[in-house]
């Protein structure tokens, strides 16, 4: 990951590219997302034609059929606004492999390189960008609560999403965050690695969510749905006591949602 040089101005309007998993698994973690950056004074703009980033097909294997999906969101987001994703994983595909994809593409080259430069995972935009400082939140009378963080493999490698999150969830009042033996692990999703080989995929989240029960939390948190998806269904399937949230749901509710 290239060090990146952040605007020392915020933003009055940012675009939000919801991703195709929150849109159709994990909705309150998109409506969350919005919400944090509406509390800090944005105007959020959601173009509703916005659909995949493209990356199962990409990590597959298929790049043309990752071109198709990602071109078609290459003209949505015509305003010179930053696109806030609430996905480190989505958010590193448009970044560094829209490019990439598109390099020898005369048209679409150069509206995926311009895309690139404003594209933002969550919770680095609100750290680097908006600078907003949650060590002053009110908790709204929620009880102290011990959790664990889990960042997805391409969020950590190609977006820096372990830093911010921890970041985040280190400066929250009366939230402990606890480390864990198999944190910098895969959980097993990876895309479409969960469903070509469900018994590497299976055994790894169980070691995932065996390592987080050890710490004796019963709450993971992290900013990637899949890896959500993955490890929730897991520990319910198993009767393991582990409740998994997305760092937007759980950052607005520590901090007592409306200001």
């Known amino acids: 990951m290239k060090d990146r040089q952040y605007p020392t101005t915020a933003p009055a309007q940012v675009y939000l590219f919801a991703t195709c998993l929150v849109d159709l698994f ?5 409506l969350d997302a919005v919400r944090l950056l509406e509390r800090e004074g944005l105007t959020v703009h959601f173009p509703r034609a916005q659909s995949c980033c493209g990356q199962p097909a990409y990590s597959s294997g298929n790049p043309d059929q990752a071109r198709a999906v990602a071109r078609a969101q290459l003209d949505l987001f015509g305003e010179p606004w930053p696109v806030i994703v609430p ?20 048209v679409a080259g150069p509206k995926a390189r311009a895309l690139a430069e404003r594209i933002y995972e969550l919770t680095e935009f609100l750290l680097h960008v908006l600078k907003v400082d949650f060590s002053q939140a009110l908790p709204g009378g929620q009880a102290a609560e011990r959790v664990v963080l889990h ?5 950590r490698r190609e977006m820096g ?24 692990e895969c959980c097993g999703f990876g895309g479409t690695f969960s469903l070509k080989h469900p018994d590497i995929s299976g055994a790894m989240v169980r070691d995932k969510v065996a390592s987080a029960c ?17 490890i929730g269904h897991t520990a319910a399937h198993d009767g393991a006591p582990l409740q998994v949230e997305h760092l937007a749901s759980f950052l607005w509710r520590r901090t007592g949602g409306a200001a």
């Open 161 to 184: 999403t372990r830093e911010h999150g921890v970041a985040m969830v280190d400066a929250l009042p009366g939230v402990m965050r606890v480390e864990h033996e198999r944190e910098s």
């Open 151 to 155: 960042t997805s493999c391409g969020a």
């Open 214 to 230: 050890a710490t004796g939390c019963n709450r993971l948190v992290s900013a990637d749905c899949g890896c959500l998806l993955n």
């Open 26 to 30: 994990v909705p309150q973690a998109g």
């Open 87 to 106: 996905s480190g994983s989505c958010a590193g595909m448009m970044r560094h492999h829209w490019p990439q994809l598109f390099a020898d593409d005369p």
